[in-house]
């Protein structure tokens, strides 16, 4: 069975260790903060300018001074800290940040993304993803393995504009955990119950199998 | 307003000098933290040809979305359009000139406009279209794209505190893009919740010195409307 969102956010979950400062793109990655492993402690970086965002307020504590990079209005843990945009992409461009984790429209096997524009149909801007890719050494894209259509996101070379170059190296899709290198995707992982010749065949990009696929672990 | 007092008492005189086809800053993160007043006068005030530089250009019908709507900017310099239907239609049908830039790149382009520094490397946007047509070079095995800074005529930016000499404190996550701005702005004006008399803000917690501020007002109201509410059971 192809994952649920929430699996997905969950088998992500599971790359946290202890004491990392992790950033949080929209969608599928927001899900992640809910499924922290015990005994893991890790620090929410938000881009507008907070470091240690926590949960969502009550209607009593809510406060329009107080969002997350989605604009949701969030709460801060114990421990947090307020900087200005600046700052906070001086901890993302500096390397500061143990764990980026984002969405993408497409991903090549030369690692590149395209998550932030469709010519002349959809152009949200690039936001922070940019400086995100640019500047994280452990990214995590978590995407669907396919449009509605069937047609495979997982390609040889990204179709729309890049947001980055050769910076991608993990890729979780509802079918696959996979690794980019030497110019190739590398099947690590498949979801419960779904075939490495399912994933062959949503997979335009090279996919390099080893002989054992292990399934993923929940 | 004398010498260190920079407070003024009116938005007219808050933008006493504000005028057609100028380059203006204008802090906030979607509608967090944004002069909400300020804005409101330039819209009344009907400025057009602007150069707009902002994180994101507000909303349908508040924040900057009111300067969209009485076409006041041609150029507009940020990193999201979002859920903005009227930004996104100025810019597909090519009405208004629209410069994307990465959220970290234009933090950092006014970070150093403000601090005199005319351009800087960047590994951010390079192999994609924000690199085109710009200089790149590559530093220890790494490429770089290079990125000229930002100042602007009016820095219009909103903090929670400020003195009567503009030391300004902000609240939370409404700092965002103020502090850079401030410091980026030939004039830069505070509107802020409250003025207190000089002394009475620790020195050790201001977030930005008064030398970056020409002029502060106290706004009349704030609405601060909340993009996303989102509460928990």
Known sequence: MALTREQIAMRVAQELEDGFYVNLGIGIPTLVANYIPEGVKVMLQSENGLLGMGQFPTEETIDPDLINAGKQTVTAVTGAAFFSSAESFA?????????????????????????????????????????????????????????KHGVSKILKKCTLPLTGAQCIKRVITELALMEIKDGAFHLIERAPGVSVEEIQEKTEADLVVPDDVPEMKF | MSGFDKVVHSYEEALEGFTDNMTVMVGGFGLCGIPEGLIEQVYKMGCSGLTAISNNAGVDGFGLGKWLEKRQISTMIGSYVGENELFEKLLLSGEMEVILTPQGTLAEKIRAGGAGIPAFFTATGFGTQVAEGKETRNIDGRDYVLEPSLTADFALIKAWKADTMGNLIFNKTAMNFNPMMATAGKITVAEV???VE?????????HTPGIYVQRVIKGNSFEKRIEQRTVRA
Do not use: C
Request: glycine share 14%; no cysteine.
């Open chain 1, 91 to 147: 901890m993302i461009r500096g390397g500061h940040v143990d764990l980026t984790v984002l969405g993408a429209f497409e991903v090549d096997q030369e690692g590149n993304i395209a998550s932030w524009m469709i010519p002349g149909k959809l152009v949200k801007g690039m936001g922070g993803a940019m400086d995100l890719v640019a500047g994280a050494e452990n990214i995590i894209v978590t995407m669907t393995h396919a449009n």
């Open chain 2, 193 to 195: 919740e409250e003025i």
């Open chain 2, 198 to 206: 000089a002394g009475e803000l620790d020195p050790n917690y201001i």
